[in-house]
């Protein structure tokens, strides 16, 4: 199973908005049949078997195995991907960082996330055909920041420490090597109420 799959055409959003085909992804999470499925969630096993064909032709869904059971074959499945992540697409026109103006607003840092999200996704289905892994990096911390002053401090050693990483190890010429795109966003999270 791959970890994330890209959604990139309106029409598989639109196959995977409905609210049971959710439900059954869910419950795929062990493979199953649409008997045991039908069971799990409560609906005719009828219509959990027409909802899982639906999903497996659309890729959503993958055979495991046949059983025979009663006289009949009973098909197991399970989902294909643990996650599913729209594409910046899916929703024309889509939002390209280029084209935002401001680069410190939340919309510019959505468009590099969004463009993150598909270019990784694209990179894991390509990197899946050929058996193998997308070199990436990535890490998630929170800071807290007493001031605006301290945060302008943090962003500005921030950036220089990152512009004279990349000055020290990009090699435009080299032919074996492989371009990275590095992005580093921050953003104000909403405060948890600390347990007592």
Known sequence: ??????????????????????????????????????????????????????????????????????????????????????????????????????????????????RMAQEVGEAQAAAEKSGKRVPTLSTDFEIRLRSAAEREAFAEELLATLARLAAMYHDETHPEGRTYRVVVGAHPIRSRRRKS
Not at 49 to 70: I, K
Not at 71 to 82: H, L
Not at 92 to 101: L, M, Q, S, T, Y
């Open 1 to 114: 199973m791959a970890a994330v799959r890209l959604v990139h055409s309106p029409r598989e959003a639109a196959l995977l908005a409905a609210p049971l085909r959710q439900r059954l992804l869910e419950a795929l999470e062990e493979p199953g049949s649409a008997t045991t499925l039908a069971r799990k969630l409560g609906i005719a096993r009828q219509l959990a078997a027409y909802h899982v064909r639906q999903l497996e032709q659309h890729g959503y869904v993958e055979l495991v195995r046949e059983e025979q059971r009663r006289g009949c074959t009973e098909r197991i499945v399970r989902r294909t991907a643990q996650y599913l992540v729209a594409s910046p697409h899916v929703l024309a026109p889509g939002i390209d960082p280029r084209n935002v103006e401001d680069k410190f607003s939340s919309g510019y840092l959505i468009a590099l996330a969004s």
